[in-house]
């Protein structure tokens, strides 16, 4: 079966500050990667997707930047924090096949606190 | 563009009452449509999705959703609550178009408190 593991599960960090952010899936190959923000515990925020090794897309412009370096990794990152970073950030796959109604799996998440 | 609406911030229910949890949706192709569960501080679980066939879906843990075309929606529901089914539900939508990006469009949440 398929696992996705994320680390640090919860991080604080002053401000200007880098960030590494870890998503690794076992179990399935060839998968599309995604990376959410979740602010105050609410609505999701699809901040980078990817299809493949080095194919990352960007949804919305900010602070921050993805990499995908082997098949099931997927880093988040940023060279200097801002307060608003803060939030929980979840990373999640789908099975890349030619059918697109496969289900989205998600990490169990970071809390990202930037003081 | 693809969105989601939860119209309800909370549901309140008593346990052993039956629950519903609100999601209408609009996309320019077919819908492909999803239910998640979050408990605090974790992440999102699958509940249950539809993609074609039947309106009435069966999924996890009890719960069932109905699609309805004609209302653009897909309410979440579940015949006899329980406390433990309180935590933060979220409605999702894929557009049938969307072969490459696969992305979820997601609604606000809906908190759902099941007192015993």
């Known amino acids: 079966s398929q696992t996705i593991h994320q680390w640090p599960a919860t991080l604080v960090q002053p401000v200007g500050s880098p960030l590494s952010l870890e998503c690794t899936v076992e179990g399935t190959s060839n998968p599309n990667l995604y990376w959410y923000r979740q602010a105050a515990g609410r609505g999701l925020q699809l901040l980078f997707y990817s299809v493949g090794i080095g194919q990352i897309s960007s949804e919305v412009p900010q602070n921050l930047s993805a990499s995908r370096p082997q098949d099931r990794q997927f880093i988040l990152s940023s060279k200097k924090l801002l307060l608003s970073d803060s939030g929980f950030y979840l990373c999640?796959?789908?099975?890349?096949?030619?059918?697109?109604?496969?289900?989205?799996?998600f990490g169990p998440g970071t809390r990202l606190t930037v003081l | 563009a693809q969105s989601v609406a939860q119209p309800e911030d909370q549901v309140n229910v008593a346990e052993g009452n039956p629950l519903t949890v609100k999601c209408t949706y609009s996309v320019s192709g077919n819908p492909y449509l999803f239910w998640y569960v979050q408990y605090p501080n974790r992440g999102l679980q699958f509940l249950l999705k539809?993609?074609?066939?039947?309106?009435l879906v069966k999924g996890s843990y009890g719960f069932e959703a109905e699609f309805n075309k004609s209302q653009t929606s897909f309410h979440l529901k579940k015949p006899s609550a329980l406390v433990s089914d309180s935590a933060l539900y979220f409605c999702?939508?894929?557009?049938?178009?969307?072969?490459?990006?696969?992305?979820?469009?997601f609604g606000s949440g809906t908190r759902l408190q099941v007192q015993p």
């Open positions: 539809y993609i074609t066939g039947d309106n």
């Open positions: 999702a939508v894929r557009d049938f178009y969307d072969t490459g990006r696969r992305a979820l469009t």
């Open positions: 999640a796959w789908t099975r890349r096949s030619v059918f697109s109604t496969d289900t989205q799996y």
